[in-house]
Structure formats: C-alpha cells, structure tokens
C-alpha cells in the first residue's frame, strides 16, 4: 500500500480528521485553514476555550427564537432526544415552536463543561445543563441533560454552532 498525503487529509492533523469524520461521518468538514492543536500556545487554546465558552453561554441564556437561531450556522445539523433536524429549516420550525410557547426562562446554568480545542477555528464542546422555563399556560418545566456542539469561527470571526446534540430529562416531578 503507497502511503502518501490524500486529498482529503493533507494539511489535517490525524486527530482532527478523525474527530471531523466521527462527528459528521465524512460527510461535513471543519475547515481546517489554521493552526492545529499541536501547534498552539497555551495562551491561543485559553483565548478559543474563553470565546467558545461564551458563545455558549450566550446560546443558553436565549430569550428568543431569533437570537438562538443565530447561533447556529447556515448548514447546521442539529440532534435532540434521538430527533434529527438535517436542515437549518427543519431545526428553524422547532426552535420558533419551542419560543412560540415560552413565556419566562427561569434558570438556565452549565453545571460542567468542557472544551476541547481542536485548532484556532473549531472546538467542541460538552456540557451538562440545568434549564427550567414557564410556558404561556403558566406551567413550569424543569429540564436537565448534556449538551455537545462543534463550534466553528465562520468568515467573519463569529463562532457559530455547526453541530449540536443534546439529550434531556424532564424533572422527576413529572407526570404529576
């Protein structure tokens, strides 16, 4: 077997072509164009880590459909409770749904998270959350999970969600 650089992998550092193929199953590439993990000072992974943090925190702490739409990029797929959102229309009609019924988020934290910096334009992120929210009926719901995103800095120096899957509980006061 000729080993050689292909098409695919040149400029990719092994672990985040793996990473880019595990995530989106080879069919979404992060556009590696800078520096890869290995070659990164402690002080630029801080400054990601930093600014992805807050992109997220920004995400959660959403008042309105509009706002948490634009977190995502154009292209995003997105999972929620074995749901797949394929297109940002798809995923689009849910969130306008969800904040169509919301009347007053109540708490919205990140007990844990973790960044993992793949290079200067891509991390990902996991997280648990704790989120309650009363509906226009006045009904309170509290929720807990996790939380993972691909955070990607688009053209203009945005971080934006390429990729997000969260999976959550309703309180063990449900059902009352």
Do not use: C
């Not at 989106?24 to 990601?48: C, D, N, W």
């Not at 959350?129 to 309170?140: G, L």
């Not at 929720?143 to 990607?152: D, I, R």
């Amino acid at each position: 077997m000729r080993r050689g650089k292909s098409s695919i992998s040149e400029g990719l550092t092994m672990q985040s072509f793996i990473v880019a193929l595990i995530i989106f199953g080879g069919l979404h590439m992060v556009p590696y164009q800078r520096q890869s993990l290995t070659q990164l000072s402690e002080k630029q992974i801080a400054e990601v880590k930093a600014e992805v943090k807050q992109a997220a925190t920004d995400h959660l702490h959403a008042k309105d459909a509009t706002t948490a739409l634009s977190h995502f990029a154009e292209d995003a797929i997105a999972v929620s409770n074995a749901k797949l959102f394929s297109s940002f229309k798809m995923l689009s009609e849910d969130v306008k749904a969800y904040y169509g019924i919301l009347k007053e988020v109540n708490l919205a934290v990140w007990d844990e998270m973790y960044i993992h910096v793949i290079n200067t334009d891509a991390a990902l992120v996991t997280a648990k959350f704790r989120y309650s929210f009363t509906d226009t009926s006045n009904e309170i719901t509290d929720l807990q999970g996790v939380w993972s995103a691909l955070y990607v800095r688009k053209h203009n120096g945005v971080w934006k969600i390429q990729h997000r899957h969260e999976t959550f509980v309703t309180s063990a006061n449900d059902g009352e």
